[in-house]
């Protein structure tokens, strides 16, 4: 049932887009701004007026979308509204003013496209899409995740420290909005928590200091490895096409226990042997695992009572691998001519 009714939210955001960019004038503003919100007849109030039929966990996945849609509509009435009003006030446009050159326009960088389209498959999903500080306290970056001042696995991640604020750094990974996001919403919770990471690396065709990764975790009662196995695999296939599989071997992560590297049949290839996947007809795209118990204590849940998993993908090498670009130095260029490609 939640499913369905997530389904009719996208439409009805999907369709509000359409109509409010279209309105011909203020007042096909105001009969958007009734026929989707409004009180007795709109079309998201009527949904919303369903979400007591549905039961505690539905009610909250599906009023956390609805209100997003709705929070997204008006914005776009809004500033619909203000269009218009400056073609009526004291600064409108002289619309007579002849047509100027068209400027050069790029596009959307491709990692904000791989981004939105693992946003919207998430969504579909039932999961949250959280954001997160990139300048974050070593609490949540290191601690809250089983990763003590001592623990080898600070020297794998050399960040980005703070002068004069010692326990500030720029985050190494989105992981820390695990606990955060635990202790605000409690379990059940499914979300997804993309964002902008950094690293002191020495920068080369595969390195560089700020990359992008794609957190996700699941935490609620029974949830088990098979739960993240098929979440990956439907997450793989709609990167890659029905006939990718997935395969999971051990890997040690101090967050998770027991931790794997996901695999993907290599896109080149398809997992007969190439040179991308150096002849093993598999390329490692995601780390994955079971939420260590310490972490979900860190967030106040009792590990005898919930269980998680978590993985993260890299976007910058899923957008490697997508578009074919062999420097990851070129995404964070600003090069006009790489983003017209």
């Known amino acids: 049932m939640s499913a369905v009714v997530l389904a009719q939210l996208d439409a009805i955001l999907a369709r509000a887009t359409d109509l409010i960019s279209k309105a011909p004038d203020a007042e ?3 009969q958007c701004d009734i026929g989707l919100l409004g009180r007795k007849n709109g079309e998201l109030t009527a949904i919303l007026k369903t979400l007591s039929s549905l039961d505690e966990e539905s009610r909250k996945t599906v009023g956390a979308r609805a209100n997003q849609v709705k929070n997204e509509i008006e914005v776009m009435i809004n500033a619909r509204r203000r269009e218009f009003a400056a073609l009526t006030g004291a600064g409108a446009i002289d619309i ?7 400027p050069e326009y790029g596009a959307l960088h491709p990692i904000t496209e791989v981004r939105q389209n693992l946003e919207t498959f998430f969504r579909g999903k039932g999961f949250l899409v959280l954001d997160g500080p990139e300048l974050e306290s070593e609490f949540y970056n290191f601690e809250a995740l089983n990763i003590p001042a001592d623990h080898p696995a600070r020297d794998m991640q050399d960040t980005f420290y703070i002068k004069d604020h010692p326990t500030l750094l720029m985050r190494t990974h989105t992981s820390g909005m695990q606990v955060r996001a635990l202790q ?3 379990a059940p919770l499914a979300a997804v928590v993309p964002g902008r990471c950094f690293r002191n690396e020495a920068t080369d065709v595969r390195h560089e200091h700020t990359f992008y990764q794609f957190e996700g975790f ?17 997450a793989a296939q709609h990167l890659y096409g029905p006939q990718t599989h997935v395969r999971l071997r051990p890997k040690f992560y101090p967050f998770v226990e027991p931790g794997m ?4 049949t290599c896109v080149i290839c398809a997992g007969q042997g190439c040179k991308l996947c150096k002849g ?9 695992g079971m939420i260590h118990p310490e972490v979900l204590k860190a967030a106040k849940l009792d590990p005898k009572k919930v269980s998680g998993f978590a993985f993260g993908l890299g976007l910058t090498r899923i957008a490697m691998l997508k578009y074919g670009v062999g420097d990851v130095r070129e995404f964070n260029a600003g090069d006009l001519n790489f983003l017209q490609q």
């Open 28 to 30: 096909g503003v105001e």
């Open 96 to 102: 007579s003013e002849p047509v100027l050159p068209r």
């Open 184 to 186: 605000m919403y409690g």
């Open 218 to 234: 699941v935490v609620g009662e029974n949830v088990t490895l098979a739960h993240l196995k098929g979440t990956l695999e439907a």
């Open 261 to 264: 590297n996901g695999e993907v």
């Open 280 to 288: 093993t007809g598999w390329l490692e795209i995601f780390g994955c």
